[in-house]
């Protein structure tokens, strides 16, 4: 298949707290990348993108850092809620329309009221 | 403007049966992707449609197929199901073919149960 997912890495923050949700991603010629949440029962649901020719780019209460140099990329959350608490995925997109979307193993946020 | 619609919800069969999945798109979306999702293995791409036509396929063998109809919507078929296929499928529309510059909208899926 083309997704790794061995296991679900898991990460647990307090409410009110900054969250960060990281991604190795796996093609350096990947040109575009995508951050969804998949809430329990229902289908992954975009919350944010980014073009390889930025590092950074601000949404409501979210940012995603792209650090092309070691193909990281990094969710992070303001002020998390309890209505945070999902899977979040990782997808990069090729440079030309015949490139797969690639999906990251995912990492489930929890958030402690 | 109605989202990704997948029927059904639920899908309960046995070994060797076969099973067709529906996904209707966003309007004006010609694009459909399906994934299997299992706790295992995560998202894993099946094939995408564009304008009625297979662009791309996955490592999945040839018991999954598909096929789109001219006005998007989309169907998959899994025959000879196996306990392994037991799984959440899901489709991903966008307005044009998946990869580059835009993200793919997702429906709920189809949770399918082989006993």
Redesign the interface.
């Known amino acids: 298949?083309?997704?790794?997912?061995?296991h679900?890495p898991t990460l647990s923050v307090q409410e009110g707290d900054n969250s960060i949700i990281n991604c190795a991603y796996s093609n350096s010629a990947s040109?575009?990348f995508?951050w969804?949440k998949q809430e329990s029962?229902?289908?992954?649901?975009?919350i944010i993108?980014i073009?390889s020719n930025m590092d950074k780019r601000q949404g409501q209460r979210v940012t995603v850092l792209l650090n092309k140099t070691v193909k990281h990329l990094s969710l992070q959350i303001a002020a998390t809620q309890p209505g945070d608490s999902a899977v979040y995925?990782c997808a990069e997109?090729?440079?030309?329309?015949?490139?797969?979307?690639?999906?990251?193993?995912?990492t489930s946020l929890s958030v402690i009221p | 403007k109605a989202g990704v619609t997948q029927t059904p919800r639920y899908l309960i069969k046995t070994r060797g049966q076969q099973v067709t999945l529906s996904c209707s798109p966003i309007s004006g979306h010609r694009s459909v992707s399906w994934y299997q999702q299992t706790p295992g293995q995560g998202l894993q791409f099946l094939f995408e449609y564009f304008s009625e036509t297979q662009r791309n396929k996955g490592n999945f063998p040839g018991r999954f197929s598909g096929r789109q109809f001219s006005n998007s919507r989309s169907e998959m078929n899994v025959s000879t199901l196996e306990l392994g296929d037991s799984a959440l499928y899901l489709c991903a529309s966008s307005r044009g073919p998946s990869g580059g510059n835009q993200p793919q909208h997702f429906g709920d899926g189809t949770r399918l149960s082989i006993l």
Do not use: A
């Open positions: 298949g083309e997704s790794v997912g061995l679900l040109d575009y995508i969804y029962g229902k289908g992954p649901q975009f993108d073009r995925f997109n090729g440079k030309t329309s015949y490139d797969k979307v690639i999906f990251g193993p995912g």
